[in-house]
């Protein structure tokens, strides 16, 4: 049983899905602090040579848990941010097809940011025919450790044996400490495929999940992989 967590963040990038794919069971790390001015609010929309910051006011408190943290004044702020995709990706080749799960996440007045990035990342998993089972660690056991420890212990809650990590994690884990428990790990090494970008001549790469979607719809899945598919989904 493999498995991966990471925090539910807004529009995520296209690893984040390849993660999913590669995993049994994705927990979504609604549990751990909130990190301002990171990719739980904010992501990158694709705009004719380059890109642009979506990103959702929010009011926050040092130390909050991310599953804590209020959208600011949602109502507003909810159709600001999708009025913004609308307006860039309105023409793309998929947008009609695809937008209708998103206009009714934007249009469903969510109150907290983890609740609303949730709902995107489930209607992504779904468009894309991700069948990996979403779990929030809101609803495990409630961890008392942190770092290297609470990711065990999470991987352990969820009964797996091996454990996803982003690439970055070699240099933050305390490997001694994983290596004591006997469950696997597996670095991530995702090469970030090059797809045909309606509105931009150069590719930009590491946009948000809507930029795959509503540019390639049914073959976003076949793009997401590339050449890294790991796991027979």
Known sequence: MICTVHQPNYLPYLGFFEKAFNSDIFVLYDTTQFKKNDWQNRNKLCIPGGWQWISMPILHDFGQKIMEVRIKDPEKNLMKNWRSIKVIYGRAPFF??????????????????????????????????????????????????????????????????????????????????????????????????????????????????????????????????????????
């Open 96 to 233: 009609k097809e695809y937008s209708p799960a998103y206009e009714e996440i934007f249009n469903s007045k969510q109150e907290f940011i983890a609740d609303l990035n949730i709902s995107i990342i489930l209607a992504a998993a779904g468009q894309l025919g991700i069948k990996t089972k979403f779990i929030k660690c809101s609803e495990l056991p409630e961890l008392d450790s942190t770092s290297t420890q609470a990711l065990i212990d999470i991987t352990r809650n969820v009964n797996a044996d091996t454990y996803i990590s982003g690439a970055e994690g070699i240099n933050y884990l305390d490997m001694d400490l994983w290596n004591s428990t006997g469950l696997k790990i597996i670095f991530q090494k995702y090469t970030h495929p090059v797809y045909t970008q309606f509105n931009s001549p150069e590719f930009q790469p590491y946009m948000n999940i809507l930029d795959l979607l509503f540019n390639c719809g049914p073959k976003s899945l076949e793009v997401l992989l590339n050449a890294n598919t790991q796991k027979d989904n």
